[in-house]
């Protein structure tokens, strides 16, 4: 009896592993930023300070892996077809981190990761409320503040973006979203030196 079992056991195993749903791997990975992407033409800016640049806040789904596409009547969808290499909102924060550096003067400030534990003149708290393909187009809308942190004064800001696109969804609208979301990035990077050097904001005004 017992060894009709071992026999019976294993073949009844072997069928509920069977009958399992294979993983769906998505056929693109895409990133959002690229050593061989040319940074924009627009001068050189100053940062009066160092800045900490934390990772934007918002939706896990806007802010995993996921790419979602978001319906007419507002229902939101993952494509299955395409993913983020990465989680989205380390490479925002990567991208902004990256177009700072590399756009500052030399006697700018520094630009600090929350990664390394050190604090900054100012820090930057932001958000994602929006970063979706829609039938025609992709979107974005990022809002945060930039506060400095001898004097607690704070400047806020909000973005918003579209990217019209022709084509598939999850390959034309993934593209319009990628293009969005750098565009997106070379505004808020160019907006944060705007809001240190406002009246109040500056290290003299402490």
């Not at 934390?54 to 993913?83: H, M, T, W, Y």
């Amino acid at each position: 009896m017992n060894a009709r079992l071992c026999l019976v056991l294993p073949v009844l195993m072997a069928g509920c592993v069977s009958v399992l749903p294979e993983p769906v791997v998505p056929e693109g990975l895409y990133r959002l930023t690229s050593i061989s992407r040319q940074m924009p033409e627009g001068g050189e800016i100053f940062l009066p300070g160092s800045v900490m640049i934390n990772p934007p806040q918002g939706s896990d789904l806007l802010l995993g892996r996921s790419i979602v596409f978001e319906e007419p009547n507002g229902a939101l969808k993952l494509l299955a077809s395409a993913e983020w290499s990465d989680q989205m909102a380390r490479q925002l924060q990567g991208a902004l981190i990256d177009r700072l550096m590399f756009s500052a003067a030399e006697d700018s400030g520094a630009v600090l990761s929350d990664r390394f534990g050190a604090g900054g003149d100012y820090e930057l708290q932001w958000e994602v409320r929006d970063m979706v393909i829609r039938d025609t187009e992709a979107v974005i809308q990022l809002r945060g503040t930039l506060s400095r942190f001898q004097n607690g004064k704070s400047q806020s800001f909000n973005i918003q973006l579209r990217e019209p696109y022709v084509g598939m969804s999850d390959d034309a609208g993934v593209q319009a979203l990628i293009d969005v979301a750098r565009k997106a990035i070379d505004e808020l990077a160019t907006t944060v030196p705007e809001l240190m050097n406002r009246p109040g904001m500056l290290p003299e005004d402490s």
